[in-house]
């Protein structure tokens, strides 16, 4: 089986339906008086567990907490795991895609593959966030930061302007 076909096939054995109800159930619990637009997300872990989150506005606007927020908080407490499947829905229970920051905190916790069910079908977690920052890249720029010739060399660029 090619690996798209491959995909296909993993992602049609997602119960969507629960997740969606899921994520529907969490958007009623919002706290969103402010732009007026309740999110509800669900994701189901590689443990099987179901974890799930609104968005929770703050009187200081920028500091409101994502559908996605909350539920990458409540997977953490309730034990971790790997996101398998995610979906998130608008105040009509209409699926909308996570937004940019968003897709960062889900690829910290994304599965070898995870699924997202959009408007326009399902996606990839890599799809949605291409050539993604994460853990990895940590560990390289660390390795690199001990390497003396390099931080020579930068000293000498910096003397130079
Ligand atoms: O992926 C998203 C996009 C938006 N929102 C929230 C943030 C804000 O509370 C409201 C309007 O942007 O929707 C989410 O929870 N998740």
């Not at 703050?58 to 409540?74: D, I």
């Not at 853990?135 to 000293?155: A, E, F, I, T």
Request: proline share 3%; with cysteine; aromatic share 6%.
């Amino acid at each position: 089986m090619t690996g798209s076909l491959r995909v296909a096939a993993d992602a049609g054995r997602i119960d969507w339906d629960a997740l969606i109800t899921q994520a529907r159930i969490a958007m009623t619990k919002a706290y969103a008086p402010y732009s007026g637009y309740p999110v509800g997300a669900a994701a189901k872990l590689d443990t099987g567990t179901m974890v799930s989150g609104c968005n929770v506005e703050n009187a200081s606007y920028g500091v409101g907490l994502c559908a996605e927020c909350t539920l990458v908080g409540q997977l953490q407490m309730s034990g971790g795991g790997r996101i398998a499947a995610f979906v998130c829905v608008n105040g009509s229970g209409e699926l909308i895609t996570p937004c940019g920051r968003c897709r960062q905190l889900l690829y910290e916790f994304a599965a070898e593959t995870m699924y997202v069910r959009t408007a326009r079908g399902v996606v990839t977690m890599d799809e949605l966030l291409p050539q993604a920052f994460g853990p990895k890249d940590l560990d390289q720029g660390k390795d690199q930061g001990k390497d003396d010739d390099l931080h020579q060399g930068l000293n000498v660029d910096s003397q130079q302007h």
